[in-house]
Each structure stands twice: as C-alpha cells, then as structure tokens.
T-cell receptor, first 112, second 117 residues
Framework: GNSVTQMEGPVTLSEEAFLTINCTYT??????LFWYVQYPGEGLQLLLK?????DKGSNKGFEATYRKETTSFHLEKGSVQVSDSAVYFC???????????FGKGTSLLVTP | DTGVSQDPRHKITKRGQNVTFRCDPI?????LYWYRQTLGQGPEFLTY????????KSRLLSDRFSAERPKGSFSTLEIQRTEQGDSAMYLC???????????????FGPGTRLTVT
C-alpha cells in the first residue's frame, strides 16, 4: 500500500541554521507529493507540492525535489527563522486515488 | 476566497452522546474530504465527496460515523454513541478537481477538536 515515512522529531535548530527534514514514500506509479505545515493551534497549510520526477516545489524559502530513484521528497531551507517553528507533514496523493496519505509529522523548534 | 471553515472548533461530550460537526469548503471546490488526526500522528483519511456523492470511505469510518453533503456545498460529520477513542481533531479539506490528472491540492480547515469524557 501507499505510505510516507518522515524522520523522527523533534528537531531543534538555532536561527539561521540549515534545515533538512527527510521524507520517503512507498507508492506505485507517480504519486503527487506535498509538504504541509501546522503552526501551533492552527490547521494544516499547504507549503509546497510536486507532481512528477525531478520537479522542485518551493515556497517561502523552503524547497523539496521529487526524487523517483530514491522515492524521496526531503524538505530543505537554507536559513530557518523562529517563526518556522511548527510541525511539518509530508504527504502523497496516489496515482489512482484522491485521499492523501500523511507521514507522522516532524516537529521543528527554532531558537533565537 | 474565505478558506475552509469548520464549526465548532472545540466540542466536549460525554461518552455515549451523539455529536455533529460542520464543514464549509472553499466555494468553488467540488471535492470535500474528512480526516481524523490524533495526537502525534498525521491526519488519516475518513471519507470524501464529489459534489453531493460520497465516493470513498475508509475502514476507519465505522458504522457509528456518517457524513453527508446534501447540496454539494457544506458537509456534516456525525458520530453516534461516542467513545473515548473518538477523541481527536477532525479535519475537513476541499479541492477543485477537473479531469483525471493534476496534484489537486487540498486546503484544510482549522479542525474540530473532540474530547469524549
């Protein structure tokens, strides 16, 4: 079946540090891949997406590249800010379906 | 675009009671989804609608759960005879789907947090 695996958190970084949150997936065909962010007390917000191999999604300084050969969609940001503290979810939409499969989420805390 | 809204934001109920949640999707979106999120976990799919038709239901959606979208606009999710295990955040999302291809990104509401005592 379809599944998403994210690195365990929490991740604690100092402001301006480089961020990587690993995400790998299991799915047949070419799923669409997403990163969502959930700030404390709020709902999920779509951060970025990619629909085919080698696509790079980007938004607000965050990037992720759809790697078919490694079935990965790692989230990166060159310089994190305190305001980036949140829980980040990797998700896939299967080729033949519409329901999203989410990872367990990775909590990020950025300290000044 | 006013976003997806959900009501209520919080609900505390006693075990055995029935509860109903409402979701209003983004106005032009034809698909509406319900997910459940427990603490420390990612959202899990429950069901989705294309306009007023319920097209898919997860095995998580037991007989005590029922969802409707009577006019293809807002949706309700009812849980009958609530159990403590039903305590979770219930999330609604919507998307605009045309044809068979596309990411069809889903936009989420703030959720309804249910606590069953």
């Amino acid at each position: 079946g379809n599944s998403v695996t994210q690195m365990e958190g929490p991740v604690t970084l100092s402001e301006e540090a480089f961020l990587t949150i690993n995400c790998t997936y299991t799915a047949t065909g070419y799923p669409s891949l997403f990163w969502y962010v959930q700030y404390p007390g709020e709902g999920l917000q779509l951060l970025l997406k990619a629909t085919k191999a080698d696509d790079k999604g980007s938004n607000k300084g965050f990037e992720a590249t759809y790697r078919k050969e490694t079935t990965s969609f790692h989230l990166e940001k060159g310089s994190v800010q305190v305001s980036d503290s949140a829980v980040y979810f990797c998700a896939l939409r299967p080729t033949s379906g519409y329901a999203l499969n989410f990872g367990k989420g990775t909590s990020l805390l950025v300290t000044p | 675009d006013t976003g997806v809204s959900q009501d209520p934001r919080h609900k505390i109920t006693k075990r055995g009671q029935n509860v109903t949640f409402r979701c209003d999707p983004i106005s032009e979106h034809n698909r509406l989804y319900w997910y459940r999120q427990t603490l420390g976990q990612g959202p899990e799919f429950l069901t989705y609608f294309q306009n007023e038709a319920q097209l898919e239901k997860s095995r998580l959606l037991s007989d005590r759960f029922s969802a409707e979208r009577p006019k293809g606009s807002f949706s309700t999710l009812e849980i009958q005879r609530t159990e403590q295990g039903d305590s979770a955040m219930y999330l609604c999302a919507s998307s605009l789907v045309r044809g068979r291809r596309g990411p069809y990104e889903q936009y989420f509401g703030p959720g309804t947090r249910l606590t069953v005592t």
